[in-house]
């Protein structure tokens, strides 16, 4: 099993005695607390997987704080450091994000290939333990790996807490079932099929062209961007960072979170 390698975390007295004391109190919010353990071990020298297995949290979780810690300005105060970034929202991707479909299906986690009760009961945990990690920011919006789930799921999803759901290309109904809001993406800046690097300006602009033409004139949904932040290359940032600066100065452009998107009225003609 490969290492995962971890850059070094310096934490100054007066730090220290901040994060310990987030973790001991009682009132901390059990997110501030875990980030604050984070940080905490890895000035001790515990390793990635090491403060992974022992805090119940996905390796990348432990190295983004770290990340985020060493990257922190002088100037900025534990709470600050260990802060949820400002208009994120968190929605559950899947659960494992593992295939169980057999060759020639394509790749699925959430397809019928395994009994219902059984998938449904691992998005129930999977609810649960964001909810217990992010609280608020946590929202009950299920995003199906690989855009993919069993039609005969889609019921369900209410009954285990869900109110979203969101795939990719242009949704079917506003609401597939009552209770259940879908706003899905309509843009993939990587080209899966041609080394898994960005499609390209051209391309990319041309779908988006087309989705908005799309939303005008047929469907009114919202059009959406997909991203994969672990796969994408410097022309596919450059081309985000690019596109979304300008689209915020464009005044016929509104620019709306996964919060606001799957609360509205809009979202839903």
């Known amino acids: 099993m490969p290492l995962l390698a971890a850059g070094p975390v310096t934490v100054l007295p007066e730090q220290r005695e901040a994060l310990e004391h987030l973790v001991r109190t009682h009132s901390t919010p059990q997110q501030l607390a875990l980030r604050a353990r984070i940080i905490v071990q890895a000035a001790d020298g515990t390793g990635v997987r090491a403060s992974a297995r022992e805090l119940g949290v996905w390796p990348k979780t432990v190295r983004y704080w770290r990340k985020r810690w060493r990257k922190a300005a002088d100037m900025q105060s534990v709470p600050e450091r260990l802060a949820d ?10 659960y494992a994000h593992a295939n169980h479909a057999l060759p020639p299906d394509k790749k699925s986690e959430l397809g019928p290939h395994r009994p219902a009760m ?5 998005l129930g945990t999977g609810r649960m333990a964001l909810e217990r990690l992010f609280a608020s920011r946590a929202l009950p919006v299920l ?39 879908q706003v899905n993406t309509h843009m993939d800046v990587i080209d899966w099929k041609d080394g898994r690097k960005f ?20 469907t009114s949904e919202p059009v959406g961007l997909l991203s994969h932040h672990l796969a994408m290359d410097e022309g596919a940032w450059d081309f985000l960072r690019s596109l979304l600066g300008k689209a915020i100065k464009l005044p016929g452009v509104k620019l709306g979170s996964a919060r606001d998107l799957f609360a509205s009225r809009e979202a839903h003609v």
Request: aromatic share 4%.
């Open 118 to 122: 059984l998938v449904l009961g691992e």
């Open 143 to 181: 995003v199906p790996p690989w855009n993919r789930i069993a039609p005969a799921l889609v019921p369900a999803l209410p009954e285990i807490g869900f109110s979203g759901l969101s795939t990719f290309t242009a949704r079917r109904r506003a609401e597939p079932v009552r209770g259940l809001r």
């Open 199 to 218: 499609v390209g300006q051209d391309a990319a602009l041309a779908a988006l062209v087309e989705a908005l033409r799309q939303s005008r004139v047929a």
């Open 85 to 94: 970034a400002p208009a994120i929202d968190v929605l559950q991707h899947g």
